[in-house]
C-alpha cells in the first residue's frame, strides 16, 4: 500500500470502515494488557536468584577491609563495591558513592541537597535563588522531569537528535543564561528514544563555557551494560572529557543495579569528581549512617567482576531482543509503507520511540486504553507532561510475555492507523471549504 496521504477521500472513507472494524474486534476481546512501564519481565528477574545464596549465615559477612557489614558505618559504600562500580562506569573508585537501592533515590537526593546548600563551588544554594532552570533534552525520561517539577525548577525542552540533544541550542543557552543550572541526560540508550551520544556531544558538554559557575551535567547511565546486540554502542567517558576540557567538578554520574539483579533491591551508586564528593559527604554524614551494606556484599559476590557481568547481560538480551524484535518487525509490517509514524530501532536500553503524525499521539493512547492496552501516557516523555507536537509514545516491550505483546502491539498499530485516517479526512475537508 502507498502511503495514506496519497489516498483519495474514498479510499480513506473505506479504509476507515475496515479499520474500525478490526478495532471493535479488539474491544469485544476485554483485553488487559499493560505495557505502561519498562519493568524488568519475571524471567530476567528469575536470573539474580542466585544472589539470595551468596550471603547466608555460615558465610563472614565482612567487607575486605574487615568491616562488619551487620552493624552501622560505612557512610559511601564498602571497598569492593566501590570497586566493581568504578569498573561498570570507567571511573576511580576514589570518584565513587554507593547508595541505597535506587539512583533515582540519589538523583532527587543530589538536587534537594542543590536546592538547600548549593553544589560544589555554588556561592549561593539553588533555592535562594530567584529562579533555577534546567535543560531537559525531550522525549526524555519522565521522572527526572517530576524532580524538576517538585522543587519547582523550570525546564527548557531541548530537543533529541539522532546523537544526542541539539547541542547548538545548549551551548548558547547555558552561555546566556546563569539562572541555568543543569541538564538531564541519559547517554546511552536514551529513555525512550534508545539514542547513544556521540563522541562530539559529549566533547562539546563537557566543553562548553556555561554563565552559571556551578553549572552540572546530570549524567543518568541507567543503561550502560544494557545491550541488546553483540556490537554494543560505545560511549565515551563524559568524566574524562570534563577533566580533560578543565571542568572536573562539572559532572554528576548516576546508575545502579535495579534492572540488573533486581527491581525493588538493587544498588544505587553516583560517580563524581572527589571535590564533588567531598561536599556530599557533609550533607550524607547527617542524613545516613549509611546504605544497606550486606546487599551491597551481596551484589559484589554474585556478579564478582565485569566478565561475569557481561555474561549475566548476555542472558537479560536473550530475553528482551526477541520482544524487541517483535515490536520492530509488526511496526515494519503494519505501518512500515504508509507514511503515517516513525520509530527508532535501538541497540540496547528499555524502551522503543514511537512518533506518529502530528496532533495524534493523545487519541492512539485513548483508544488503545479503551481496547485494553495501557501505555505510557502521551506527552509523558516530555516536560510537564506536554508533548508540542502531540505524536511521541513510549513503548516498553520487557515486561509483557510475548503472546501479549504481539497482541498489545497489534491493538496499538491498529490505533495509529485509525487515529491518522481520522486526521487525514479532517484535513481534506478542511481544505475543501
Not at 559529549?202 to 556490537?231: C, E, G, P, Q, S
Request: hydrophobic share 40%; with cysteine.
Amino acid at each position: 500500500m502507498s502511503g495514506f496521504k496519497a489516498l483519495s477521500e474514498g479510499e480513506l472513507n473505506a479504509l476507515h470502515s475496515q479499520l474500525q472494524d478490526k478495532y471493535d474486534a479488539y474491544k469485544q476481546q476485554k483485553l488487559s494488557l499493560d505495557m505502561s512501564r519498562g519493568k524488568p519481565s519475571p524471567e530476567q528477574l528469575d536470573l539474580s536468584m542466585g544472589m539470595l545464596d551468596v550471603v547466608n549465615s555460615a558465610d563472614s559477612v565482612k567487607s575486605e577491609d574487615g568491616t562488619d557489614l551487620r552493624n552501622y558505618g560505612g557512610l559511601d559504600g564498602i571497598p569492593e563495591a566501590k570497586q566493581f562500580f568504578a569498573d561498570m562506569l570507567e571511573v576511580s573508585p576514589k570518584e565513587i558513592i554507593v547508595g541505597g537501592n535506587a539512583s533515582l533515590s540519589i538523583m532527587y537526593d543530589t538536587i534537594a541537597r542543590a536546592m538547600f546548600h548549593g553544589v560544589y563551588g555554588s556561592e549561593t544554594p539553588w533555592g535562594k535563588l530567584p529562579k533555577v532552570k534546567f535543560l531537559a533534552p525531550s522525549p526524555g525520561y519522565d521522572r527526572h522531569f517530576a524532580i524538576c517539577e517538585h522543587f519547582g525548577i523550570e525546564m527548557i525542552t531541548i530537543d533529541m537528535l539522532d546523537d544526542g540533544p541539539d547541542m547548538d541550542a545548549v551551548e548558547q543557552l547555558v552561555a546566556e543564561d546563569e539562572s541555568i543550572k543543569g541538564i538531564w541526560c541519559v547517554p546511552k540508550y536514551s529513555n525512550p528514544d534508545g539514542i547513544t551520544y556521540s563522541d562530539e556531544v559529549v566533547d562539546r558538554l563537557a566543553k562548553m563555557n556555561t554563565k552559571a559557575k556551578d553549572f552540572r551535567i546530570f549524567w543518568d547511565n541507567a543503561y550502560v551494560v544494557h545491550h541488546l546486540t553483540d556490537k554494543p554502542d560505545e560511549l565515551k567517558n563524559i568524566m574524562t572529557a570534563c577533566k580533560e576540557a578543565g571542568h572536573p567538578d562539572r559532572v554528576f554520574i548516576f546508575s545502579s543495579t535495579s534492572k540488573v539483579s533486581f527491581a525493588g533491591a538493587g544498588v544505587g551508586v553516583m560517580a563524581a569528581s572527589e571535590a564533588n564528593l567531598q561536599f556530599i559527604r557533609k550533607s550524607l554524614s547527617v542524613q545516613t549512617i549509611g546504605a544497606d551494606k550486606i546487599n551491597q556484599l551481596r551484589h559484589v559476590r554474585f556478579f564478582k567482576d565485569m566478565d561475569t557481568l557481561k555474561a549475566h547481560m548476555e542472558k537479560h538480551a536473550a530475553i528482551l531482543k526477541p520482544k524487541f524484535d517483535i515490536v520492530l518487525d509488526i511496526l515494519e509490517a503494519e505501518l512500515g509503507d504508509k507514511q503515517i509514524a516513525t520509530w527508532k530501532k535501538p541497540n540496547g536500553g528499555y524502551f522503543i520511540s514511537l512518533n506518529t503524525l502530528d496532533g495524534c499521539a493523545k487519541e492512539v493512547v485513548k483508544m488503545a486504553k479503551e481496547a485494553g492496552v495501557t501505555l505510557t501516557g502521551a506527552g509523558a516523555t516530555f516536560p510537564y507532561g506536554v508533548d508540542p507536537r502531540d505524536r511521541n509514545i513510549r513503548i516498553a516491550p520487557s515486561y509483557p510475555p510475548i503472546a501479549e505483546l504481539k497482541k498489545a502491539i497489534e491493538v496499538l498499530c491498529v490505533c495509529v492507523q485509525l487515529v491518522s485516517v481520522k486526521k487525514l479526512l479532517g484535513e481534506k475537508a478542511a481544505s475543501q471549504v
